[in-house]
C-alpha cells in the first residue's frame, strides 16, 4: 500500500515549478493532442527526444520519472502484447506452430512455479517476467512428448509489431507529461487550476469551485483512508486473516471483511467533516475569497509558445 | 460581548425519543463551562444544536441577542467556533495553511489579510513551522491545534469543545488544555464538553447533563462537593475528592485548605 507513487508532488525548483499550472494542465493537453496526430515511428521517436530534452530542461531526474512508471508495467505489457496479437498486417515475420501436450504442458507449470517462488523472494521485476516469457515460449514451440492435446499457430506480423513498440511509446510519452504535471505541481495548485480553467463551465451548470473542493478533499483523504485499510487489514490478520493466501472465496470474503469497516467509518468520516465545515461557514455555492492566488509569468509564455510550436509542427506534417 | 443563552431547549432525532429535553443555561461572556455526562446524556447533540448544525423542536439558542434560526447562523458562527472529538474528520485542507485559511475564506476575508492572520494564529498554537505540511504528516495534538488556529482567525468569541482531547496521548492532551487556559485568559468564552472529570477541573462551572436533562448547574467547588449527584449522572469523582467528601469530622479550615490545594490547576 506504502508504494503508491503516482500522483505524488516533490517539492524543487525547475523550470516546470515556475509554471503556473494552468499553463502545465493546457500544455499537456495540447501536446497529448499532437502526440495523437504523429502517424510514423520517427515522428514518434522526434517526440520521445522532445519530451526527454524537456525532462532535463526541467531539471527532473530521468531515473525517477521511470521510477514512477514501474506501477503501470503490467499495463505497458497488456499494451504490447495486444497490439502483436490482434495486429495481423504487413510481412508475416515468424510463424510457429505451438502444441500444449504432457510435457509442454508440465514445463509450463514448472515455469510458472519458478517465476513465483522467485518473486516470493523478491527477485521479481522486468527481467524474471522476460526470462519467464521465453521459457513459455520454447516449451509451447519445441517440447512435445506423448499425444497433443491441442495446437495453434503463433504468428507475428511486421505491422503488429510495429504498432506494438509505436503504441506502447506513446503511452509512455504521455505517462512521463502527466508525471511531470503531478510531480512539480502541489495538490492546491493543481485543483486552482483546475478550478480556473473549468470556470466556464459554470454556463452549464457546473461550480468549478465546488468541483475543485471535491477533489482537494478527495485528494487530503487519501492517505487517511490507505491508512485505515492498513489498520483493517492488521486487525484482521491478527485475528487470523492472511490477503496474501487462500482460495478465491476466501479472498472475496477477505476483501468483503475489509470494504464494509471501510465503509461504514468513511459514512461517519463524511457526515463529521460535513458538520466541521459547516460550523466554519462553508455555504455551497456562497463565494469564497481564495488564499492561493494564481498569476502567469514570463516562464508561462515561454511554455505557451513551445507547445503551440508543437502542435503547429504536428499538423504541418501531417499535412505536407 | 458574547452572552450565549439557551432557553428552554428541546431536541429529538427521531420524533420519539427527546434527547434533550427543556435545557436551560446562561453562559456569561468569559466563562469556562464544563458540561458534563455519561455516554449517550446528550452533550454533542446539544453542542450541535449550539453552532446550528441541528435545530430544536422547541426552545431557542440566543448569542448577543441574536435568536439562531436559518437567517443568523451564519452570523453566529463568527462568534461561535466549535472544535470536534476526532482530529482527521474536521481537516479540510489539503496543508496547514489551507486548512487554516477555510474559515476565512468562506467569510470573503480578503488574501492579504488571511495570510497575516494566518501566520499570527499558527504562532498562537504552535504550528508556524508546519504551514506546508499535509494532515497525514501531523498528529492528532497538532490536527487539533490547527483547528483551533482556524477557528481563532474567525474572530470567535466563544469556543466549544466536544471532547477535543478525548483522542489524543496524555502528553499532547495537557498541551492542549495549556492552549485552552491561555484563550481563556485572554477572555475566550470556553464550553468544554467531556466525560472526564479531570478536564472539568479547569473550568469555572459545571454543567452535569443526564438523560438529555440539567441535572446539576453549579460553580467548580459547589458541583464536586456533590458526590452523590455525580454518581447518580454516572461520573465518579476522583479518589482524592471522595475521600475529603467522605471526611466529616475535620476542622472546617483544614478542609477548606485541602479543597483549595486540589484545585490548583
Ligand atoms: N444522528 C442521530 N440519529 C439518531 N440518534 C442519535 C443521533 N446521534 C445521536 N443519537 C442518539 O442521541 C443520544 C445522545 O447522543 P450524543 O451524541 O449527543 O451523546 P453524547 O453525550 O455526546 O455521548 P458521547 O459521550 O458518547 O459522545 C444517544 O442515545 C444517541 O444514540
Ligand atoms: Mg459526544
Known sequence: MKNIVIGQFVPGSGFFYKLDPRTKIMAIIVLMVSLFLLKTMTQLLVALAIAVILLLIGKLSIVRIVKGLKPIFVLLIFTFFFQIFFNKTGALWLDQTMSLNWLSAGAIVLATVLWRVLARWKVGGILPFLIYLGLLYVSLSYLSYGSTWTSFQFQIYEKGVEMSVFVVIRLLIIITLSTVLTLTTKPTDLTMGMEKLLRPLKFIGINSEEFALIISISLRYIPTILDEANKIMLAQASRGADFSQGKLKEKVKQVISLLVPMFIIAFKRSEELADAMESRNFVPGKPRSRIYDLVFGMNDIVAFVISAGLLAAAITIQVI | ?265
Open chain 2, 1 to 265: 460581548m458574547s452572552k450565549l443563552e439557551i432557553n428552554d431547549l428541546s431536541f429529538t432525532y427521531t420524533g420519539k425519543r427527546m434527547i434533550l429535553k427543556n435545557i436551560q443555561l446562561q453562559i456569561q461572556k468569559g466563562e469556562w463551562v464544563a458540561i458534563l455526562g455519561h455516554n449517550g446524556s446528550g452533550k454533542s447533540t446539544l453542542a450541535k444544536c449550539i453552532v446550528g448544525l441541528l435545530e430544536p423542536q422547541s426552545g431557542s439558542v440566543v448569542v448577543d441577542d441574536m435568536v439562531l434560526s436559518h437567517k443568523t447562523a451564519y452570523e453566529i458562527r463568527k462568534k461561535i467556533g466549535i472544535v470536534f472529538q476526532n482530529p482527521d474528520n474536521q481537516f479540510v485542507g489539503v496543508t496547514v495553511r489551507d486548512d487554516i485559511a477555510f474559515g476565512m475564506e468562506n467569510l470573503g476575508i480578503p488574501k492579504d489579510q488571511m495570510i497575516s492572520s494566518i501566520d499570527f494564529y499558527a504562532e498562537k498554537v504552535g504550528v508556524k513551522e508546519m504551514l506546508d505540511k499535509e494532515p497525514s504528516t501531523l498528529s492528532g495534538g497538532q490536527k487539533q491545534r490547527v483547528a483551533i488556529a482556524g477557528i481563532l482567525a474567525m474572530h470567535t468569541d466563544v469556543m466549544v469543545f466536544d471532547e477535543a482531547t478525548s483522542m489524543l496521548d496524555p502528553y499532547a492532551r495537557n498541551e492542549l488544555m495549556q492552549y485552552i487556559q491561555e484563550l481563556h485568559q485572554e477572555g475566550m468564552t470556553i464550553l468544554m464538553i467531556t466525560h472526564d472529570i479531570e478536564e472539568a477541573l479547569y473550568a469555572d462551572r459545571i454543567v452535569v447533563l443526564k438523560g438529555g436533562e440539567v441535572h446539576l448547574d453549579a460553580s467548580k467547588e459547589e458541583a464536586l462537593r456533590q458526590t452523590e449527584r455525580m454518581t447518580e449522572a454516572g461520573l465518579e469523582l476522583p479518589v482524592s475528592l471522595r475521600i475529603l467528601n467522605g471526611v466529616t469530622n475535620l476542622d472546617p479550615s483544614w478542609k477548606e485548605y485541602l479543597w483549595a490545594s486540589t484545585f490548583d490547576k
